[in-house]
């Protein structure tokens, strides 16, 4: 759906992160409270939406796999570390930690790990593995000994078509080993099992290809039908009814890495991303990643990957159960979408994926600070999220809880320390009252260590340059049976933002930005997402009927959007900014200390109102015929994109000042 030196101005700058609170490491809600009642440890309530619905009891046969993650040593100086090497205006700024240095100084210890594990297998569980600087330890073990383990009363229930796990009761472990416990992940099932924000494909879902979520291998093919364009606004639907008084564009083709590298600067400013590592988390692995990049590269002029270049550091093995939870290979279109927009963005730059062991979010937070703790990535990308609300039965209950987002944050504080980036998709459902019932911003994307990168609609003309760039939303309009009028179908599909009502501070780099929000305001930039002006993807698939690619598995190319295009986009754009210079890091306070020099678009309402989007009724080929629709533009849910920050696109998207200012040209 996508995360060195001072540079040239960062002795002007004054943005700082004082007052920036770490979830698990400041906190003021259950995961911090002592809670030793009988000598037990609250870490987490329970669940509430478990009051508003009638659960089972789960089959005594099966397995739960959960994490529990440890504390780190001192935690309240490596907060005020991370905030410090991450503020141009510090002193310290830049001066990051080693892998090795934050594992001597802060990792959990060695008998922070014996006892949690001792206590562990006295209770019957299994204790499978144990997480790179020992920041969790993954247990495995029947639904009777997990719910003794951690009294939490764990029951099965349907909720909106899912079977989803919850707890009853708080969550609890013995007041002995509290002070090494921050986290228990894993039991609450409900909302955590993320979505990439990729939209393609079939035309109106998100995820890659047609939908088809059933099994490890080359999705099902999808075909972008024609007519289209190969730059914007090269061809025009002039036989079809006029939209807002004038004739529509038809939508481009897909625009390649050249065309993208071209439009926000980054062949202007002469750099490649040479040097720099980006990383990127994502359930499962794509077997042909490497494979299609390197043909989409080569059909289309630019360098495949050099040997070495793009690796892959997935987990082997997959648990059956969750493959089918998950959909299988139903996200091989956003891992290729990720791959392919790092590479195009950033050349020379390597690309690291690291795929998890399920599309569930404790095995991505897993994966996660894997790739912190190699810390050879400075960027890590993520193109998924989950709401942070829910309606169950009519009442509003939270997804996430602060044991939750402290898990979540001491992976992200880590990063911080070790210079490194982590860049979230602001997600494709806008407000996302219409997705999830309740006006919000999704998670992880709105913690506030995190740079959240919302979406646009990008114009980029026959040379290069960017025509125009608007907000990203889109209302879908249908022609009527004569085919002489349009009819609004409503809104499809945008970029997520909003005003966090679950990050109620508002953090200090955002203290100079008028983003009309008393708490942490999403995104914080954004770049081109919209599927109608998306990027030209290639991927191995398998294609039911004969198409121009063949029919079979064979490889073949389409456009795709989302905001999993925007964050790939970023994290590779900011890699080729940041060659032959040290690391970016944690990304927010030079994003803000630069919003008042000059170095951003300012993406407003502007250009065309929409297009036209030509699509094969059977997604493949033109033996069923053609469906026309208008793609408008800048109609983000209750979003909307004006001068300055706003909720659509933040500060605005980069251009080659940008670039140049974080390098020091």
């Known amino acids: 759906m996508a995360r060195h030196p001072l540079f040239r101005s960062a002795a002007a700058a004054t943005v700082a992160l004082t007052g920036l609170t770490i979830g ?277 002029g630019d360098q495949p990957f050099r040997q070495g270049q793009f690796q892959v550091h997935s987990i082997r093995g997959y648990d059956p159960a969750r493959v089918a939870a998950c959909g299988g290979n139903s996200g091989y279109g956003e891992q290729t979408l990720d791959v392919e927009a790092e590479h195009g963005m950033a050349p020379d730059a390597n690309v690291l994926y ?90 992880p994307t709105s913690d506030p260590w995190v740079t959240s990168v919302g979406g646009t609609s990008l114009a980029v003309g026959a040379n290069g340059s960017r025509t125009f760039e608007t907000g990203w939303g889109t209302h879908k309009w249908t022609l009527n049976s004569s085919g002489t009028a349009w009819s609004d179908a409503g809104f499809l599909y945008g970029a997520g933002g909003g005003c966090s009502d679950w990050f109620t501070s508002k953090p200090a780099y955002q203290a100079g930005v008028s983003t009309g929000c008393s708490g942490r305001g999403v995104p914080d930039i954004g770049m081109d997402a919209d599927p109608t002006t998306g990027m030209l993807v290639g991927e191995t698939q398998s294609f039911g009927e004969q198409t121009i690619f063949g029919k079979g598995v064979k490889y073949g190319e389409y456009r795709i959007g989302g905001t999993s295009l925007a964050s790939p986009l970023l994290a590779g754009l900011d890699a080729s900014a940041q060659q032959g210079r040290a690391r970016i890091g944690f990304a927010n306070p030079l994003i803000y200390a630069l919003h008042s020099q000059g170095v951003y678009f300012d993406v407003t309402p502007q250009g065309d109102p929409g297009n036209i989007r030509v699509d094969y009724r059977n997604g493949l080929n033109s033996t069923k015929g053609t469906t026309s629709t208008v793609r408008t533009f800048d109609q983000d849910s209750s979003l909307t994109t004006h001068a300055g920050w706003d909720q659509v696109t933040g500060v605005g998207s980069p251009t080659v000042k940008y670039i140049h200012a974080v390098n020091g040209r």
Not at 53 to 67: A, E, R
Not at 355 to 364: H, I, P
Not at 368 to 387: F, K, L, T, Y
Request: glycine share 10%; charged share 15%.
């Open 24 to 300: 698990g490491l400041a906190l003021s809600g259950t995961a911090q409270a002592a809670g030793q009642a009988g000598g037990r440890h609250q870490v987490s309530s329970a669940s509430d939406w478990t009051k508003q619905v009638t659960g089972s009891t789960l089959p005594s046969n099966s397995t739960l796999h959960v994490k529990v993650w440890l504390s780190a040593r001192d935690s309240s100086q490596l907060s005020a570390l991370a905030r410090a090497v991450s503020d141009p205006a510090s002193a310290s700024y830049g001066h990051y930690l080693s892998a090795s240095d934050y594992a001597s100084r802060f990792a959990p210890t060695q008998a922070d790990v014996a006892s949690v594990t001792a206590w562990l297998e006295q209770a019957g569980l299994t204790v499978e593995d144990t997480g790179p600087a020992n920041h969790f330890l993954a247990v495995a073990g029947s639904p009777a000994a997990i719910d003794a383990a951690f009294a939490a009363g764990i029951r099965q229930y349907s909720v909106n078509g899912q079977t989803v796990t919850g707890a009853t009761s708080a969550v609890t472990v013995p007041s002995s080993i509290a002070a090494s416990v921050l986290a228990v992940t894993g039991l609450d099932t409900l909302g955590h099992q993320v979505t990439p924000s990729a939209t393609g494909g079939n035309p109106d879902t998100s995820g890659s290809n047609n939908g088809h979520r059933v099994q490890l291998g080359p999705p099902a093919g999808f075909v972008n039908a024609t007519p289209c364009s190969t730059y914007y606004g090269e061809k025009t639907a002039t036989s079809l009814p006029s939209f807002d008084g004038k004739k529509l564009p038809y939508a481009v083709c897909g625009y390649t890495g050249k065309q993208l590298r071209d439009a926000y600067g980054v062949t202007a400013s002469g750099l490649t991303g040479k040097g720099q590592s980006i990383a990127i988390t994502d359930a499962f692995t794509a077997p042909t990643l490497g494979k299609d990049a390197n043909t989409l590269s080569t059909r289309h």
């Open 354 to 443: 690291y795929g998890a062991a399920s599309c569930f979010d404790d095995d991505l937070l897993a994966a996660m600070s894997r790739a912190v703790n190699d810390n050879q990535a400075s960027i890590v990308s993520n193109s998924w999220g989950e709401p942070t609300w829910v309606m169950v039965n009519g009442v509003k209950t939270p997804v996430i809880d602060d044991a939750l987002v402290a898990a979540y944050d001491s992976v992200f504080v880590q990063a911080a320390a070790q210079g490194i980036g982590f860049y979230y998709s602001s997600g494709d459902n806008g407000d996302d009252a219409a997705a999830w019932g309740v006006k919000q911003t999704e998670f």
